[in-house]
């Protein structure tokens, strides 16, 4: 068990995520059932491009890689965190990820991450070639200055 690789890249919040935040901060969330939090999703890709503010989806989703993790705050400060086990979505190169938060919690579409809104929009380099032999952890902060 040890840490083979920590790194820091910078993303793109989108306008949706930037909406998102100042509902939020105006009122508590409506997700359903009602006074709980939305529903939200980490999805890698395996896309090519440059993140932009106006990006509403990934350049290239996998479904298979849709994942709910946990989310915490402190001040300022909000931290989504999802762990791939060796076993979740193997056999991609991913390249890029972001987050799809507002999915309500009765959708039951077959990717129900595509009725959210994407909060942000990164590109992962170096890329991330996800098999059974490694386990992956990603935090993503997001801070309010």
Do not use: C
């Amino acid at each position: 068990m040890e840490i083979l690789r920590k790194q820091k890249m910078p993303n793109i919040i989108t306008e949706g995520g930037l909406s998102l935040f100042a509902q939020a901060m105006a009122s508590p969330f409506i997700g359903l059932p009602p006074s709980t939090r939305y529903y939200w999703y980490l999805v890698l890709g395996t896309g090519a491009g440059t993140p932009s503010a106006s990006d509403t989806a990934l350049f290239t989703p996998v479904a298979a890689s849709a994942k709910h993790g946990s989310i915490s705050y402190t001040g300022a400060q909000y931290q989504y965190y999802v762990r791939y086990l060796p076993e979740d979505a193997n056999g991609y190169t991913y390249t890029e990820a972001g987050i799809y938060d507002k999915v309500g919690y009765t959708d039951t579409t077959p990717n129900p991450y595509t009725t959210g809104v994407l909060l942000n929009h990164l590109m992962l380099s170096p890329t991330l070639t996800k098999d059974a032999t490694i386990l992956v952890d990603f935090y993503i902060t997001i801070t309010f200055s």
